[in-house]
């Protein structure tokens, strides 16, 4: 069964509302270690995809994802802006429309391969890749309930960027002073586990 267009509706809304309700927290982590405009940047895109929602929510789910890529691709400055566009694009490729829980780990560790070409970068380096590989791992092993699995996949997998040296991105610019605090690609990429997660766990 594809995806009901209400189900997809509420979970691209809520991962555009989480976002832009945290912009300040991103911008203030970006502050510390980058250039304060993380925040500002997602906001911008996640507020062009909620202007967006009706028409993206009507299209079947690998449609909807490349559109939701695409604005971001187009709205958000930065370097997150091609990161998570191409995230999403390469999610939208790879996903069938009713995607099994084993199409969704394989499909997220294509998109997160994708990145790593863009970004030409690799977890380890205090990044959004820090948050997203970890997460991949979590699906792809869980054989349980996985809502609270992945959430703290995820939440424990920022926190743990906090003692990490930057190698790339902005933060890298500061060598070992990019010590000491969260990553805020880090934390963007938890927030959206969060809202996806909990938007399908109130779904089911
Ligand atoms: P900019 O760094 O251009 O100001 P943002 O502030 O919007 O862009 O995004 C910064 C975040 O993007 C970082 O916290 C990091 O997680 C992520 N990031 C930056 N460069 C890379 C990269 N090469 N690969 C993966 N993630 C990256
Ligand atoms: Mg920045």
Do not use: C, W
Request: charged residues 20%; without cysteine; aromatic residues 2%.
């Amino acid at each position: 069964m594809d995806v009901p267009a209400d189900l997809l509706k509420a979970t691209i809304r809520a991962v555009a509302e989480r976002i832009v309700a945290h912009a300040e927290e991103l911008t203030t982590l970006d502050q510390a270690i980058g250039d304060g405009d993380h925040g500002i940047n997602l906001r911008r895109g996640f507020g062009a995809v909620l202007a967006e929602l009706d028409a993206t929510a009507a299209k079947p789910l690998p449609e909807a994802l490349r559109a939701v890529g695409t604005t971001l691709v187009m709205k958000v400055g930065g370097a997150s802006g091609p990161l998570y566009g191409t995230l999403f694009l390469a999610l939208g490729k790879e996903l069938p429309a009713a995607p099994t829980r084993a199409d969704a780990a394989r499909a997220l560790a294509a998109a997160i391969a994708a990145v790593q070409v863009r970004g030409k970068s690799e977890p380890g380096q205090k990044t959004m890749l820090d948050v997203l590989a970890p997460v991949q791992r979590a699906l792809a092993e869980a054989d349980g309930p996985l809502g609270a699995a992945l959430r703290q996949a995820a939440d424990q997998a920022a926190e743990a960027t906090v003692p990490m040296q930057a190698t790339r991105g902005r933060a890298s610019f500061l060598g070992p002073r990019s010590i000491g605090h969260m990553d805020p690609g880090a934390r963007s990429s938890a927030l959206i586990v969060a809202a996806v997660t909990e938007a399908l766990e109130g779904a089911a």
